[in-house]
Nanobody, 121 residues
Framework: EVQLVESGGGLVQPGGSLSLSCVAS????????MSWVRQAPGKGLEWVSS???????YYANSVKGRFVSSRDNAKNMVFLQMNSLKTADTAVYYC???????????????WGQGTQVTVSS
C-alpha cells in the first residue's frame, strides 16, 4: 500500500532549526512532485513548499528564505530544513505527493500522517 511517513518533529525554541523527513513507499516516488503542507492549531491547511521531479523548489512567502526542501529519489525521501523558526510555524506538518490533470489542475494524491512541530520558549 501507499505510505508516506513523516518524522523529525518536536519542540524547538524560536530562532532554532529543525529538519523534517518523509519516507515514501507504494508508488513511483521519482515521478511525483512532493509538497509540504501544514495545519496550525485551530486553522486550515497551508501550503508550505513543493519540490518538483527535477528538484526545482517553490515556497510560500511565509517561509521563503527560512525553509529549504530537498529530495533523495534513491531513498524515496523528501526533506524540509526549517531555520529561523517562529512561533507562528507551530503546526502539524504533512508531506504529500502532487498530481495534475487537465480537469482538476494540481491536487494532492497521497498524504502522510503528519509530524508535530512546536516552536516555543
Amino acid at each position: 500500500e501507499v505510505q508516506l511517513v513523516e518524522s523529525g518533529g518536536g519542540l524547538v525554541q524560536p530562532g532554532g532549526s529543525l529538519s523534517l523527513s518523509c519516507v515514501a513507499s507504494g508508488f513511483t516516488f521519482s515521478s511525483y512532485r512532493m509538497s509540504w503542507v501544514r495545519q496550525a492549531p485551530g486553522k486550515g491547511l497551508e501550503w508550505v513548499s513543493s519540490i518538483h521531479t527535477g528538484s526545482d523548489t517553490y515556497y510560500a512567502n511565509s517561509v521563503k528564505g527560512r525553509f529549504v526542501s530537498s529530495r533523495d529519489n534513491a531513498k524515496n525521501m523528501v526533506f524540509l530544513q526549517m531555520n529561523s523558526l517562529k512561533t507562528a510555524d507551530t503546526a502539524v506538518y504533512y508531506c504529500a505527493a502532487l498530481s495534475f490533470t487537465r480537469r482538476a489542475g494540481y491536487y494532492f494524491t497521497y498524504w502522510g500522517q503528519g509530524t508535530q512541530v512546536t516552536v516555543s520558549s
